[in-house]
């Protein structure tokens, strides 16, 4: 098993700056951390969840969404089996409820992944 909980969610004004972070955990991932990618998808109320980033933990590589890209930055830290997500230039369309989710075997984390975190809301107010 594996648990995902994201923190770091909140309210910021148009153009601001937050920072998520997915702390990860279990005997699974600790095994196995290098076998899965990672990412964030986020859903507003009315639409359905949509990706965000994803990484691959043994490579790093990422992916963006067209709606973010030079905006939002994924990482993570190997140390702490920590992902991040560092949001910059911040719109209101932004304003989400934002969840970390882990797959393993893949490059890209897909919209049925292994595991989910339990979601954290931003707001961006205009």
């Known amino acids: 098993q594996v648990q995902l909980v994201e923190s770091g969610g909140g309210l910021v004004q148009h153009g601001g700056s937050l920072r998520l972070s997915c702390a990860a955990s279990?005997?699974?991932?600790?095994?196995?951390?290098?076998?899965?990618?990672m990412g964030w998808f986020r859903q507003a109320p009315g639409k359905e969840r949509e990706f965000v980033a994803s990484?691959?933990?043994?490579?790093?590589?990422?992916y963006y969404a067209d709606s973010v890209k030079g905006r939002f930055t994924i990482s993570i830290d190997n140390a702490k089996n920590t992902m991040y997500l560092q949001m910059n230039s911040l719109k209101p369309e932004d304003t989400a409820v934002y969840y970390c989710?882990?797959?393993?075997?893949?490059?890209?984390?897909?919209?049925?992944?292994?595991?989910w975190g339990q979601g954290t809301q931003v707001t961006v107010s205009s």
């Open positions: 989710a882990a797959e393993y075997g893949r490059g890209v984390v897909t919209r049925t992944p292994d595991y």
């Open positions: 279990g005997r699974t991932f600790s095994t196995y951390a290098m076998a899965y990618a």
């Open positions: 990484i691959k933990w043994s490579s790093g590589s990422t």
